[in-house]
């Protein structure tokens, strides 16, 4: 099932190929020179059957040559006995098409599932197993907890990468802290993308969630119109306070001319949020006898 988490896992690559880089460090494997960038994911062939991995990336030859190194990037959430067949089946197709050497890499937050995917997968029988599929693996295992600011402030694509595969974990807080202070030092457009990419990441674990919302809260530097947990966080509690204030005017003018106010009538006023209605009742207080007029000809 596509969730925010598998989306964020693998399209941080899209956006980012550059992170391709340090990955491969990690995994001990060497990349051709030259820089990383994002191909078309469809791998469909003319039959009615459509496949799709999730990220491809193709490292081309320095100075613009033809590709050197096809990399295909699959973000993976659970154990899937079907998903090896298609593996081999991404593999060959670009090995086809672009004529030059392909891997696999799969991404993952749970550790059973990374240990899983590193296969090696063979097609074939037991006795003559024709094709090995043996994927990359990136997760929880072998991916760095990237807590230091320093070495977040120098690769922060790195560190958010991290944090998405480490959502799991017990430490995320400690993983979390240090990037939100980095991330939300900064107001740049690049810093956004990245804040609502760990958000996005993180969307499918709720404690993990929690505690990102509440360090990049404190640090309260966003971009506007971004529609970003710190921006929808800010504008709705300014606008539950618009409307307590609103609310409050309202009592406030009853009191003021003597007007009884029965309980259900105050906690009416209190409860309502929308500023439409609270300015309605604003100006009504000046001229009602009861208080429960307010309300005339509304539901």
């Not at 990336?57 to 990399?71: F, K, Q, W």
Request: charged residues 25%; proline residues 7%.
């Amino acid at each position: 099932m596509v969730t925010s988490h598998h989306e964020a896992s693998h399209r941080i690559f899209e956006k980012y190929p550059e992170l391709l880089a340090p990955v491969f460090r990690v995994l001990g494997v060497p990349m051709p020179a030259g820089e990383p960038e994002p191909l078309t994911s469809d791998v469909t062939e003319v039959k009615p059957i459509e496949r799709r991995v999730d990220t491809v990336l193709r490292v081309r030859s320095p100075g613009g040559g033809s590709g050197r190194l096809i990399v295909a990037i699959e973000a993976q959430g659970a154990k899937d006995p079907d998903k090896p067949v298609s593996w081999a089946y991404y593999l060959s197709y670009l090995k086809s098409k672009y004529r030059c050497p392909a891997l696999l890499l799969v991404v993952s937050s749970n550790k059973s599932t990374a240990d899983w995917a590193k296969g090696p997968f063979e097609l074939g029988t037991e006795a003559h197993p024709a094709l090995t599929v043996h994927p990359l693996v990136m997760g929880p295992g072998n991916t760095p907890e990237i807590v230091d600011p320093e070495e977040i402030a120098q690769d922060p694509v790195m560190a958010v990468f991290s944090a998405i595969t480490h959502a799991r974990s017990e430490v995320i807080e400690d993983i979390l802290d240090p990037l939100a202070r980095v991330l939300g030092a900064e107001d740049s457009e690049a810093h956004a993308y990245l804040i609502e990419l760990v958000e996005c990441g993180l969307a499918d674990f709720q404690a993990a969630k929690e505690i990102w919302e509440e360090k990049i809260m404190a640090v309260r530097s966003y971009f506007p119109g971004r529609g970003t947990i710190i921006e929808r966080t800010l504008q709705e509690g300014e606008a539950k306070g618009r409307a307590e204030g609103r609310a409050k005017s309202v009592l406030g003018v009853l009191e003021m001319r003597d007007v009884s106010v029965p309980p259900e009538v105050q906690e009416r006023v209190m409860g309502c949020t929308d500023l439409g209605v609270l300015d309605r009742w604003f100006t009504r207080a000046f001229s009602v006898v009861g208080a429960e007029e307010l309300f005339e000809g509304e539901s």
